[in-house]
């Protein structure tokens, strides 16, 4: 089966998730689509868009639509990126350099994790408009180092994950098997051989000995190793060190994981660039608010810092709802993750543009030809 005929069937970027299940490994899957808890959030992150209806201008002429975005001083074609998801390497073969490779020739916006395998040097190569999405501990040494080894490598937009103080725990992905480090057992196995496309790519990333390549100043735990279990929960780590990284960051700092407006304001008095309002796509505590219902609130206590949303978006619809309420740009993860596991990069270049397509028809649609137009009278709750 080619790249193309797996792509034959796929008009919504919700297929892609209902494709790659067939594609991945049943623990792979569930690493990337469950959510914490019972899963209340992550179903509701998507629903939430059902509160809101649009009032579309007629009688305009929509001949000409600009989706152009500009952040950080760069003018983005499009008002949405490529998240930052560490699990790409298990995903498919070199996924975090397809995925730069692809925002790069799409001119969108591309966050690379530290808890990629993929070296932040060997990506800003690839993309050198690429964001950093950095996960720090309280130590001082680390924080500087991995900054500073940024700031080396090019990177002028650092964002910093702040809504991990403990690790999480999934249920869907431990019932099935995932584990990190990898540990794969005899029912893991079996699955995994049903899957040869996927386990060859898995089988190329295992040959490299992969590392977690960008939380310290230098190297990094291998994924088989107890090192990793470091990785995902920072309890000491408090805005005292926003404060130091602002001073020592030289480029825009933005936060990834605010849901409250206090703390955007917090942010902003400090010098804080931008935010992400997140709540890591569901994955970290179940019952949390919706990104999206946070959006107008948030907005408003942000000063003049630039607001990022992301979490259940998953059309343009949903894209021009966000910008509508108040965010600049818009954040997808899952869905690109899901369009490379099923065809590699050619999956995440129908996708961006299954994507750029939905938000030009539906500009046209409600009659705006440019993104200063959205504004809340356009929506009815």
């Not at 629903?47 to 003018?75: A, C, I, K, Y």
């Not at 073969?93 to 397809?98: F, G, I, Q």
């Amino acid at each position: 089966m080619t790249k193309t005929h797996r792509l034959r069937n796929i008009y919504t970027l919700s297929d892609y998730e209902k494709a790659a299940k067939r594609y991945l490994p049943k623990a792979v899957f569930q690493y990337i689509r469950n959510g914490a808890g019972d899963e209340y959030s992550l179903r509701r992150d998507q629903q939430v868009f059902n509160q809101w209806r649009w009032l579309p201008h007629r009688l305009r002429d929509v001949t000409t639509r600009d989706p152009s975005v500009e952040l950080f001083g760069h003018r983005y074609a499009q008002p949405f990126g490529i998240a930052p998801t560490g699990g790409a390497a298990v995903i498919r073969y070199n996924a975090d350099r397809l995925e730069a490779a692809v925002a790069r020739a799409a001119n969108i916006p591309y966050m690379l994790s530290a808890n990629s395998i993929t070296p932040l040097e060997d990506i800003i190569a690839i993309n050198p408009d690429a964001w950093f999405a950095a996960y720090f501990p309280h130590d001082p040494a680390i924080i500087d180092g991995v900054t500073d080894r940024a700031h080396r490598a090019g990177y002028k937009v650092l964002m910093v994950t702040i809504d991990v103080p403990v690790a999480a725990r999934r249920i869907a992905e431990t019932k099935a098997g995932y584990t990190m480090p990898i540990r794969p057992n005899a029912r893991v196995t079996l699955n995994a051989i049903r899957h040869p496309s996927w386990l060859l790519g898995l089988a190329r990333t295992v040959a490299r000995r992969p590392v977690i390549a960008n939380i310290q100043p230098e190297g990094g735990p291998s994924l088989f190793s107890r090192g990793v279990d470091a990785i995902g929960g920072a309890s000491a780590f408090t805005w005292e060190h926003i404060k130091r990284l602002r001073e020592r960051w030289p480029g825009a700092l933005v936060l990834k994981g605010i849901l409250r407006a206090d703390d955007a304001a917090q942010a902003a008095e400090i010098g804080v660039d931008g935010i992400v309002i997140s709540n890591h796509g569901a994955r970290l505590m179940d019952h949390m608010v919706s990104p999206a219902e946070m959006i107008a609130e948030i907005k408003a206590a942000s000063g003049t810092m630039t607001v990022l949303a992301d979490g259940g978006f998953r059309n343009g619809s949903d894209v021009l709802t966000g910008l509508a309420l108040g965010a600049d740009a818009i954040l997808l993860g899952r869905p690109f993750l899901f369009s490379c596991a099923l065809a590699g990069r050619a999956g995440v270049e129908h996708a961006t543009e299954m994507l750029r397509q939905e938000i030009l028809r539906n500009m046209g649609m409600l009659g705006v030809t440019d993104l200063t137009q959205l504004s809340p009278d356009l929506l009815r709750s």
